[in-house]
């Protein structure tokens, strides 16, 4: 995965958003379903693992708008924000995305309103933002500003959340 994130292989803009969509989908929907079969197995009900309500605004226009462009532009931000504050005590890559993992993985627990609920988005997430961390870090190094590592990670935070809402356009047009 580190491959992926430090561009060592030249590859175009969109086909790195790609891949690194997928070092991000991949593994935290493996950890999601991983953490949702193992509680299950202990008793707890699948509705547990339900996508938060404050998901969604309860219309699916306004939920496509929250999910694919307000969060991935103002999470990405403040994932920018917070690796310029980190730099200022270590500018080493894993400890800068460690810590944004961590730190954006815990803030989304609170949406859940039980510790399972709370585990069970903390963890995937966590995923995700080291994803997206390490997509922002690998893009402001070298020749590549600011503005490039933003958008880079922005895309990438984008397309991963296709997930949820293709799974929610899929289910709406099979449930009805």
């Known amino acids: ?3 992926v ?3 060592e292989d030249e590859r175009s803009r ?3 958003v790609a891949y690194a ?3 991000a989908a991949v593994p935290a929907n493996l950890l999601a379903l991983l953490l949702a079969a193992s509680a299950t197995a202990l008793g707890y009900p699948l509705e ?3 996508i938060p309500e404050t998901y969604s605004w309860g219309n699916l226009a306004a939920d496509v708008f929250l999910v694919l462009l307000f969060a991935p532009i103002v999470e990405t931000g403040l994932v920018a924000i917070f690796l310029f504050i980190l730099r200022a005590f270590s500018s080493r890559a894993v400890w800068l995305i460690g810590m944004t993992a961590v730190v954006f993985g815990l803030s989304h627990s609170l949406l859940g309103d039980t510790l399972v609920k709370q585990i069970g988005h903390a963890v995937p997430t966590m995923w995700a933002f080291a994803v997206y961390a390490g997509v922002y870090v690998a893009w402001t190094r070298g020749e590549h500003d600011v503005t490039m590592g933003y958008t880079m990670a922005t895309l990438t ?3 991963y959340n296709l997930v949820p809402v293709g799974v929610r356009l899929i289910g709406s047009q099979v449930v009805g």
Do not use: G, K
């Open 5 to 7: 994130l430090t561009r």
């Open 21 to 23: 969509t997928a070092a």
């Open 1 to 3: 995965m580190w491959a």
């Open 14 to 16: 969109p086909v790195y």
């Open 48 to 50: 547990a693992f339900a």
């Open 157 to 159: 935070h984008a397309c």
